[in-house]
Structure formats: C-alpha cells, structure tokens
C-alpha cells in the first residue's frame, strides 16, 4: 500500500491557559493493510477540542474511533491530514490493572512511568486516589475491587500520568448499566475538581451527552464526522431533563 506521509507542520490551534491548545485533527485518513487489500479506517475527519472541553466521539463499530484516539496520542501517524493534541495520555476499556501489585501502586504506576521512586509515587498518588473515593483500599488487590473502583483507579493512574490531554476509549464499557451511570457522575465531577482536555469515545449517546460539551456523530468505516452537537448545559445534567433527552435524540438520528 502507498502511504502518504502526514506534513510536518502542526495545525493551529487558539493557546488557551498555560499555552495549552487542547486537541486538532484537520481533514486526516488512516488506512491499514487488509488481507483483502487497504482497509480505510479514517477518511477527512475533523475534530477540535479547546483546551478544559470534553468532546463526546459516538459512532457504529468499526468507524475508526479507536484509531482516532491513538493518533491523538501519537501512538499512529495519519497518512494524510494533521494531527495536533498537547501532550494525551490514552485510558483503554479494560482497566488493565497489574494483578500482584496493590490499587494505590497500580494507580502510582503512571508516576514511576516518569522516573519516580516507589515511596515518593506512593506518597503523591494517595491525594489523587483519596478524591477517587477509594481511601481504605490501598493495600487492595485488583480481583478484591469491584468493577467500578477498578475504573477509578485506573482513572486515578490516568490522571496522575501528568498529560493535559484525557484520551478515554469506552472507559466504563464493560460495567452494569447502574454501575456505568454512577461512575458517569463520578467522572463529571472528577473533571470539574480537575479539569482537563478530553476526548472521549463511547458507544452510549447518553453518556456522551451527559458528560461532554460538544458531541460528535461519526460515521460507518471509513469514519468521518457526520454532524457536531452542542450540548450548552450546565453540569451536573439530569439524564431525563428534555434539552438532554432532545440531544441525545439527535445524536441517535444522526446515527441513522
């Protein structure tokens, strides 16, 4: 397959506090060998997200939603359009906790990542893990966490990697429907004490609209943005309140 190099020139974007310019992504295509031949996963998506907003990615699987985020990271290269996101840190689904290692040591792994002593990480990450909720559980184990304390701590390592830019790939996916909707609320107000630039991928539109300031509908493989919604309410949003329940019926017509 014939790649196109991406150019090397980074695309503007407004500074915003501490010259953070959030996340831009101009018009890019990523294509894949296939057994079959080249497999477009991204073909002209556009995407922005300022600095502090929370942009909500909903689409069907296989547009290229995953690939979107690993270029946000920069752990793939477009082969054609720009890609510029300030330094992201991406949160996959599994929560992928170290089984022989403790919550607050697993959630301190992204300080020892970034050369940090073991005793020093411990002692700044039990800030972090505290307003995550799980004060008492620092000597726990993975299998003895819940599913929804095993997402904080993951959300508690994300966070303390130190990047001004959340990439989240479905990060509560693979819990409970009651579980997903208190770990949602759990999350906007993690964000309003610490805020950051997030990018957040999901297959539910509710959550999308419950969390994110703008949400873009993307469409089937390869994927590009469909329509962008603004969602202009205020935080916390009541799940039946008509403005969310009209956005996220826009979001669902806009699916198809």
Same mark, same amino acid.
């Given at each position: 397959?014939?790649? *196109?190099?991406? =150019?090397?020139?980074?695309?503007? %974007? ?18 894949? +060998? ?6 477009? #996963? ?46 992201? !840190?991406?949160?996959?689904?599994? +929560?992928?906790?170290?089984? &022989? ?9 992204? /300080?020892? @990542? ?10 700044? @990450?039990?800030?972090?893990? #505290? ?21 904080? !701590? ?5 966070? /303390? #990697? ?5 990439? /989240? ?16 609320? &759990?999350?906007?107000? @993690?964000?309003?004490?610490? =805020? ?35 969602? =202009? ?7 039946? +309140?008509?403005?969310?329940?009209? *956005?996220? %019926?826009? @979001? ?5």
């Amino acid at each position: 397959m014939v790649r *196109i190099e991406a =150019p090397v020139e980074e695309p503007r %974007a407004r500074e915003g506090p501490g010259g953070q310019r959030g996340v831009v992504v101009e018009a890019v295509t990523r294509a894949f +060998d296939g057994r079959d031949g080249p497999v477009v #996963a991204l073909e002209g998506m556009s995407l922005r997200a300022a600095p502090g907003e929370v942009v909500g990615v909903v689409g069907p699987s296989g547009c290229g939603k995953s690939t979107l985020l690993e270029l946000v990271c920069r752990l793939q290269r477009p082969d054609a359009g720009r890609v510029y996101a300030d330094p992201a !840190v991406l949160m996959p689904q599994r +929560d992928l906790l170290l089984p &022989w290692c403790s919550a607050l040591d697993n959630a301190a792994l992204a /300080l020892r @990542a970034r050369g940090v002593g073991r005793q020093e990480a411990r002692s700044r @990450a039990r800030g972090t893990f #505290a307003a995550a909720g799980l004060e008492g559980f620092e000597r726990a184990l993975p299998h003895e966490l819940s599913g929804g304390m095993r997402q904080r !701590v993951a959300f508690a390592r994300t966070l /303390l #990697a130190g990047k001004p830019v959340l990439a /989240l790939d479905e990060p509560f996916g693979a819990l409970d429907a009651l579980t997903r909707e208190r770990m949602q609320d &759990w999350l906007a107000a @993690a964000l309003a004490r610490e =805020p950051r630039t997030v990018v957040l991928v999901t297959h539910d539109v509710e959550e999308a609209v419950v969390l994110a300031d703008r949400v873009v509908v993307m469409s089937p493989r390869p994927g590009r943005a469909l329509t962008t919604l603004e969602v =202009p309410l205020p935080r916390p949003r009541n799940r039946t +309140d008509a403005r969310v329940v009209k *956005i996220r %019926a826009a @979001a669902r017509e806009a699916l198809g």
